[in-house]
């Protein structure tokens, strides 16, 4: 019988989170670029946010959407594209179509019902993305 006092190794591989991805991970990506608003959940991009292109801000609004979900503070992680039109009210509605298209078809989004999310698999190309601009 394993003694009380003593930590349980195993102890290292249970998790309260729904998500394989590390939380600093997340942080990481997303803290250069935005901040999300406590009050409604909307996405302020810093200024070096602003000067990313349109589909990388898509990428990233999705991935606060996994954000919240990961907090328990929204239901689900994927998300619309009226959605994402009301959050990223700058970037034409066509524009953010094209790009949900092709970021479902070649990475790192996934579209499941007129829904899209980020699965947890994909993350480490969302991480290669992010870490290739120059912050």
Do not use: C, W
């Amino acid at each position: 019988m394993a003694d009380k006092m003593t930590p349980n190794p195993l102890d290292e591989i249970f998790t309260d989170s729904q998500s394989q991805i590390d939380h600093s991970s997340i942080a990481a990506v997303l803290k250069p670029f935005l901040r999300i608003n406590r009050e409604n959940n909307r996405v302020l991009f810093t200024p070096t946010g602003m000067k990313i292109t349109a589909n990388n801000k898509i990428i990233l609004v999705i991935l606060v959407q996994k954000v919240l979900h990961m907090q328990g503070i929204i239901d689900t992680e994927s998300v619309t594209p009226k959605e994402i039109k009301e959050e990223l009210r700058d970037i034409p509605a066509g524009t953010i179509d094209a790009a949900l298209k092709h970021l479902s078809e070649r990475g790192p989004l996934k579209g499941q019902d007129g829904r899209y999310f980020i699965p947890d698999f994909n993350f480490p190309q969302v991480q290669e993305i992010f870490n290739k601009l120059e912050v």
